[in-house]
């Protein structure tokens, strides 16, 4: 069970362009691979952009989580 003050420090947002070295940071830390911004800005914007999404998750200023959606 998360405590509630731990809770509220957690925020999710959409990410942008502006984002995609620190999300793909964290991928490759988790994963161990060694992908880089312009792999994932591809991927999400290049089929579809519009309806491509990629968000993650902050605890206080570190990425805790990430989703990314692509239409079919």
Same mark, same amino acid.
Request: charged share 25%; aromatic share 14%.
């Given at each position: 069970?998360?405590?509630? @003050? ?5 925020? $999710?947002?959409?990410? &942008? @362009? ?7 940071? $964290?991928?490759n830390? %988790? %994963?161990? &691979? ?5 792999d994932?800005?591809?991927? %999400?914007? &290049? %089929? ?6 990629? @968000? $993650?998750?902050?605890? $206080?200023?570190?990425?805790?989580? &990430? ?6």
């Open positions: 069970m998360i405590s509630q @003050s731990k809770k509220k420090n957690i925020k $999710f947002q959409l990410g &942008t @362009s502006k984002q995609a070295s620190d999300m793909v940071e $964290f991928h830390s %988790y %994963y161990g &691979t060694a992908r880089k911004p312009e994932w800005l591809w991927e %999400y914007k &290049t %089929y579809n952009p519009e309806k491509a999404v990629i @968000s $993650f998750a902050k605890d $206080f200023d570190k990425i805790i989580a &990430t989703q990314g959606m692509l239409s079919i």
